[in-house]
């Protein structure tokens, strides 16, 4: 424990601080399993669309606050609109034929 009473005053600051952002990075991984479960489902595409957008905007919230980094958060999405994509666009293809 610490003896200086900054230190004790970061400690409290830290443990606050970690709590919230645990809080951001678990909001953010649920929303991206909803998209991958919906597309796991074959869900409509636009039940899709909706959750990738609140995915979307759940890594850029978690992102600009410091929970992560913004280089993971890029990555993050990029690895998820992949997968959409993939999905979009076998979808398409099954229609066409």
């Known amino acids: 424990m610490p003896n200086i ?3 004790k005053k970061r400690v409290k600051v830290s ?3 970690r709590l919230i952002n645990k809080a ?3 909001r953010m991984k649920n929303s991206i399993k909803k998209v991958l479960k919906a597309i ?3 869900k409509p595409v636009d ?3 909706v959750l990738l957008r609140e995915a979307q905007s759940f890594i850029d919230k978690a992102a600009k606050i410091g929970a992560i980094h913004k280089n993971e958060a890029s990555r993050r999405k990029s690895r998820l ?5 993939k999905y979009l666009s076998k979808e398409n ?3 066409v034929q």
Request: proline share 0%; charged share 50%; net charge negative.
């Open 24 to 26: 951001y990075r678990t």
């Open 93 to 95: 293809n099954s229609e």
């Open 15 to 17: 443990e606050r601080n």
């Open 5 to 7: 009473k900054s230190a």
């Open 40 to 42: 796991e489902e074959n």
């Open 47 to 49: 039940e899709i669309k």
């Open 81 to 85: 609109m992949d997968k959409v994509n």
